[in-house]
T-cell receptor, first 114, second 113 residues
Framework: SQKIEQNSEALNIQEGKTATLTCNYT??????LQWYRQDPGRGPVFLLL?????KEKRKERLKVTFDTTLKQSLFHITASQPADSATYLCALDGAGGGADGLTFGKGTHLIIQP | NAGVTQTPKFQVLKTGQSMTLQCAQD?????MSWYRQDPGMGLRLIHY???????DQGEVPNGYNVSRSTTEDFPLRLLSAAPSQTSVYFC????????????FGPGTRLTVT
Protein backbone atom coordinates (compact mmCIF):
# COMPACT_ATOMS: atom_id res chain seq x y z
CA SER A 1 0.00 0.00 0.00
CA GLN A 2 1.01 3.63 -0.37
CA LYS A 3 3.18 5.00 2.38
CA ILE A 4 3.96 8.66 2.95
CA GLU A 5 6.60 9.72 5.43
CA GLN A 6 7.06 13.16 6.89
CA ASN A 7 9.38 14.05 9.74
CA SER A 8 7.22 13.43 12.79
CA GLU A 9 9.45 15.49 15.04
CA ALA A 10 8.91 19.21 15.30
CA LEU A 11 11.22 21.36 13.20
CA ASN A 12 12.58 24.46 14.93
CA ILE A 13 13.89 27.21 12.67
CA GLN A 14 15.14 30.68 13.49
CA GLU A 15 13.18 33.57 12.02
CA GLY A 16 14.58 34.73 8.70
CA LYS A 17 16.10 31.36 7.81
CA THR A 18 14.81 28.92 5.22
CA ALA A 19 12.70 26.05 6.53
CA THR A 20 12.87 22.81 4.53
CA LEU A 21 10.34 20.04 5.07
CA THR A 22 10.59 16.59 3.53
CA CYS A 23 7.94 14.25 2.18
CA ASN A 24 8.98 10.75 1.08
CA TYR A 25 6.68 8.15 -0.40
CA THR A 26 6.90 4.49 -1.37
CA UNK A 27 4.95 1.92 -3.34
CA UNK A 28 3.37 4.50 -5.56
CA UNK A 29 3.91 6.84 -8.49
CA UNK A 30 1.55 9.78 -7.98
CA UNK A 31 0.51 12.06 -10.81
CA UNK A 32 0.79 15.02 -8.46
CA LEU A 33 1.64 16.00 -4.93
CA GLN A 34 0.13 18.70 -2.76
CA TRP A 35 1.14 20.62 0.34
CA TYR A 36 -1.27 21.93 2.95
CA ARG A 37 -0.96 24.03 6.06
CA GLN A 38 -2.95 23.22 9.18
CA ASP A 39 -3.28 25.45 12.22
CA PRO A 40 -4.51 24.07 15.58
CA GLY A 41 -8.27 23.53 15.62
CA ARG A 42 -8.67 24.30 11.93
CA GLY A 43 -9.00 22.43 8.68
CA PRO A 44 -6.05 22.10 6.30
CA VAL A 45 -5.50 24.92 3.80
CA PHE A 46 -4.14 24.24 0.34
CA LEU A 47 -0.77 25.79 -0.47
CA LEU A 48 0.77 24.28 -3.60
CA LEU A 49 0.27 21.53 -6.12
CA UNK A 50 3.06 20.08 -8.24
CA UNK A 51 2.62 17.61 -11.07
CA UNK A 52 4.85 14.66 -11.87
CA UNK A 53 6.28 16.39 -14.93
CA UNK A 54 7.21 19.51 -12.96
CA LYS A 55 10.50 19.75 -11.08
CA GLU A 56 9.75 22.88 -9.09
CA LYS A 57 6.88 25.20 -8.23
CA ARG A 58 6.99 28.57 -6.49
CA LYS A 59 4.48 30.81 -4.81
CA GLU A 60 5.72 33.91 -3.03
CA ARG A 61 8.08 32.63 -0.27
CA LEU A 62 7.14 29.00 -0.87
CA LYS A 63 8.93 26.53 -3.12
CA VAL A 64 8.16 22.88 -3.74
CA THR A 65 10.31 20.36 -5.57
CA PHE A 66 9.23 16.94 -6.79
CA ASP A 67 11.77 14.22 -7.54
CA THR A 68 9.94 11.18 -8.91
CA THR A 69 13.18 9.18 -9.04
CA LEU A 70 13.92 9.70 -5.35
CA LYS A 71 10.18 9.59 -4.57
CA GLN A 72 10.57 12.75 -2.57
CA SER A 73 9.18 16.26 -2.34
CA LEU A 74 10.85 19.13 -0.53
CA PHE A 75 8.88 22.11 0.74
CA HIS A 76 10.80 25.32 1.40
CA ILE A 77 9.74 28.49 3.18
CA THR A 78 12.25 31.28 2.66
CA ALA A 79 12.63 34.25 5.00
CA SER A 80 10.57 32.36 7.55
CA GLN A 81 8.38 34.25 10.03
CA PRO A 82 6.78 33.23 13.35
CA ALA A 83 3.41 33.35 11.53
CA ASP A 84 4.62 30.43 9.40
CA SER A 85 4.50 28.20 12.49
CA ALA A 86 1.98 25.45 11.78
CA THR A 87 1.74 21.79 10.79
CA TYR A 88 2.46 21.14 7.13
CA LEU A 89 0.94 18.14 5.39
CA CYS A 90 1.91 16.57 2.11
CA ALA A 91 -0.67 14.62 0.15
CA LEU A 92 -0.64 12.37 -2.89
CA ASP A 93 -3.42 11.68 -5.31
CA GLY A 94 -5.36 8.50 -4.81
CA ALA A 95 -5.46 5.51 -7.07
CA GLY A 96 -8.37 7.01 -8.95
CA GLY A 97 -6.30 9.87 -10.34
CA GLY A 98 -7.16 12.37 -7.66
CA ALA A 99 -10.91 12.53 -7.95
CA ASP A 100 -11.37 10.06 -5.12
CA GLY A 101 -9.49 11.94 -2.45
CA LEU A 102 -5.94 12.27 -1.30
CA THR A 103 -3.60 10.20 0.85
CA PHE A 104 -2.03 12.44 3.48
CA GLY A 105 1.18 12.22 5.42
CA LYS A 106 1.02 12.73 9.17
CA GLY A 107 2.50 16.19 8.91
CA THR A 108 5.50 18.06 10.23
CA HIS A 109 5.09 20.63 12.98
CA LEU A 110 7.15 23.71 12.10
CA ILE A 111 8.09 26.24 14.76
CA ILE A 112 9.68 29.51 13.74
CA GLN A 113 11.53 31.05 16.66
CA PRO A 114 11.63 34.88 16.80
CA ASN B 1 -18.79 32.46 -0.63
CA ALA B 2 -19.02 30.62 2.67
CA GLY B 3 -16.84 27.82 1.25
CA VAL B 4 -17.22 24.49 3.05
CA THR B 5 -19.35 24.53 6.18
CA GLN B 6 -19.74 21.78 8.75
CA THR B 7 -22.16 21.32 11.62
CA PRO B 8 -21.99 20.73 14.49
CA LYS B 9 -18.55 21.91 15.63
CA PHE B 10 -18.59 19.68 18.70
CA GLN B 11 -20.63 16.61 19.56
CA VAL B 12 -20.66 14.09 22.38
CA LEU B 13 -22.41 10.77 21.80
CA LYS B 14 -22.98 7.68 23.86
CA THR B 15 -21.98 4.32 22.47
CA GLY B 16 -24.67 3.00 20.18
CA GLN B 17 -26.24 6.34 19.33
CA SER B 18 -26.50 7.49 15.73
CA MET B 19 -26.05 10.93 14.27
CA THR B 20 -25.42 12.82 11.05
CA LEU B 21 -22.55 15.21 10.47
CA GLN B 22 -23.56 17.87 8.01
CA CYS B 23 -21.36 19.25 5.24
CA ALA B 24 -22.26 21.83 2.60
CA GLN B 25 -20.32 23.78 0.00
CA ASP B 26 -21.37 26.73 -2.15
CA UNK B 27 -18.59 26.57 -4.75
CA UNK B 28 -20.42 24.21 -7.11
CA UNK B 29 -17.70 21.59 -6.64
CA UNK B 30 -18.41 18.14 -8.04
CA UNK B 31 -16.07 16.29 -5.72
CA MET B 32 -16.61 15.99 -1.98
CA SER B 33 -15.03 13.78 0.65
CA TRP B 34 -14.92 13.02 4.35
CA TYR B 35 -11.74 12.52 6.35
CA ARG B 36 -11.08 11.72 9.96
CA GLN B 37 -7.99 12.96 11.77
CA ASP B 38 -6.57 11.15 14.76
CA PRO B 39 -3.38 11.89 16.69
CA GLY B 40 -0.46 10.03 15.17
CA MET B 41 -2.59 8.77 12.26
CA GLY B 42 -2.98 11.81 10.06
CA LEU B 43 -5.96 12.37 7.81
CA ARG B 44 -7.69 9.24 6.55
CA LEU B 45 -10.33 9.12 3.83
CA ILE B 46 -13.72 7.73 4.91
CA HIS B 47 -16.00 8.21 1.88
CA TYR B 48 -15.98 10.36 -1.21
CA UNK B 49 -18.31 11.45 -4.01
CA UNK B 50 -17.52 12.46 -7.57
CA UNK B 51 -20.94 13.97 -8.15
CA UNK B 52 -24.57 13.94 -7.08
CA UNK B 53 -25.84 10.40 -6.75
CA UNK B 54 -22.37 8.83 -6.79
CA UNK B 55 -20.46 7.80 -3.69
CA ASP B 56 -17.65 5.37 -2.91
CA GLN B 57 -15.62 4.08 0.00
CA GLY B 58 -12.28 5.37 1.11
CA GLU B 59 -9.68 3.87 3.41
CA VAL B 60 -11.79 3.60 6.60
CA PRO B 61 -15.51 3.35 5.67
CA ASN B 62 -16.75 0.89 8.28
CA GLY B 63 -19.40 2.33 10.58
CA TYR B 64 -20.19 5.26 8.31
CA ASN B 65 -22.72 5.91 5.55
CA VAL B 66 -22.95 8.75 3.07
CA SER B 67 -25.31 9.97 0.38
CA ARG B 68 -25.12 12.75 -2.18
CA SER B 69 -28.56 13.86 -3.30
CA THR B 70 -27.42 17.37 -4.28
CA THR B 71 -24.16 18.92 -5.46
CA GLU B 72 -24.04 21.11 -2.35
CA ASP B 73 -24.55 18.62 0.48
CA PHE B 74 -22.64 15.54 1.59
CA PRO B 75 -23.78 14.30 5.01
CA LEU B 76 -21.91 11.63 6.96
CA ARG B 77 -23.96 9.25 9.09
CA LEU B 78 -22.68 7.31 12.04
CA LEU B 79 -24.93 4.30 12.32
CA SER B 80 -24.07 3.10 15.84
CA ALA B 81 -21.35 5.18 17.44
CA ALA B 82 -18.35 3.46 19.01
CA PRO B 83 -15.51 4.93 21.11
CA SER B 84 -13.15 4.16 18.20
CA GLN B 85 -15.01 6.81 16.20
CA THR B 86 -13.88 9.54 18.57
CA SER B 87 -12.02 11.83 16.20
CA VAL B 88 -12.04 15.13 14.35
CA TYR B 89 -13.97 14.90 11.09
CA PHE B 90 -13.24 17.09 8.10
CA CYS B 91 -15.31 17.50 4.98
CA UNK B 92 -13.59 18.68 1.81
CA UNK B 93 -14.59 19.63 -1.71
CA UNK B 94 -12.71 20.20 -4.95
CA UNK B 95 -13.26 21.28 -8.55
CA UNK B 96 -13.66 18.72 -11.23
CA UNK B 97 -11.20 17.60 -13.84
CA UNK B 98 -7.93 19.49 -14.04
CA UNK B 99 -7.88 20.92 -10.55
CA UNK B 100 -7.68 18.78 -7.45
CA UNK B 101 -6.77 21.05 -4.56
CA UNK B 102 -9.11 20.37 -1.69
CA UNK B 103 -11.04 22.97 0.27
CA PHE B 104 -11.61 21.83 3.83
CA GLY B 105 -14.31 22.71 6.29
CA PRO B 106 -13.54 23.73 9.89
CA GLY B 107 -14.13 20.24 11.26
CA THR B 108 -16.39 18.50 13.75
CA ARG B 109 -14.87 17.23 16.98
CA LEU B 110 -16.73 14.08 17.99
CA THR B 111 -16.39 12.27 21.29
CA VAL B 112 -18.05 8.90 21.84
CA THR B 113 -18.28 7.76 25.46
Amino acid sequence: SQKIEQNSEALNIQEGKTATLTCNYTNYSPAYLQWYRQDPGRGPVFLLLIRENEKEKRKERLKVTFDTTLKQSLFHITASQPADSATYLCALDGAGGGADGLTFGKGTHLIIQP
Amino acid sequence: NAGVTQTPKFQVLKTGQSMTLQCAQDMNHEYMSWYRQDPGMGLRLIHYSVGAGITDQGEVPNGYNVSRSTTEDFPLRLLSAAPSQTSVYFCASSLGQGSYEQYFGPGTRLTVT
